[in-house]
């Protein structure tokens, strides 16, 4: 796949997912490339059960783009059902995003250092202290 390629997608903001996941259909119909991991992880329901949909075994690496904001991101490829991207913890918790439910509105304003995003507005209100001393 070439790395300017773009998809555009709906995804599924999920807390309950501990990491973000792509669906393998969605994946083999845009052709992106897939890595295979060294270990597969194990998936499990919210019950505890085993998902029917087995093994993590392979990733994506892409570059995630919303509105203003990019981040370069590695996807678990699952098979997902009806959604083709679910935004899981890992994601939530680097961006701590504000969600307004009733605008169905998601603002990325509050990046951890974990994000691009949010190192670089450290960097920014730095300089800025060092200016006001």
């Known amino acids: 796949m ?4 773009l998809h555009s997608v709906e ?4 807390c309950e997912a501990t ?5 393998r259909d969605f994946v083999h119909l845009k052709g992106m490339n897939i890595r295979t991991l060294s270990h597969n992880i194990p998936v499990f ?3 505890g059960s085993p998902n ?3 093994q993590i075994s392979k990733v994506v690496d892409i570059v995630f783009h919303y509105k ?3 981040k370069r991101m590695l996807l678990a490829v699952s098979r997902l059902g009806k959604q083709n991207l679910i935004l899981g913890y890992d994601w939530l918790k680097d961006h701590n995003p504000k969600i307004d439910w009733e605008k169905e509105e998601v603002k990325i304003t509050r990046c951890s250092l974990r994000c691009e995003r ?3 507005l450290q960097k920014k209100q730095t300089r800025q202290k060092r200016i006001e001393l």
Do not use: P, W
């Open 52 to 54: 029917k949909a087995g």
């Open 11 to 14: 995804a599924l903001l999920d």
């Open 2 to 5: 070439d790395m300017s390629e």
């Open 45 to 47: 329901n919210i019950n």
């Open 19 to 23: 990491r973000s996941l792509i669906d």
């Open 68 to 70: 203003t904001h990019f």
């Open 118 to 120: 949010g190192r670089a």
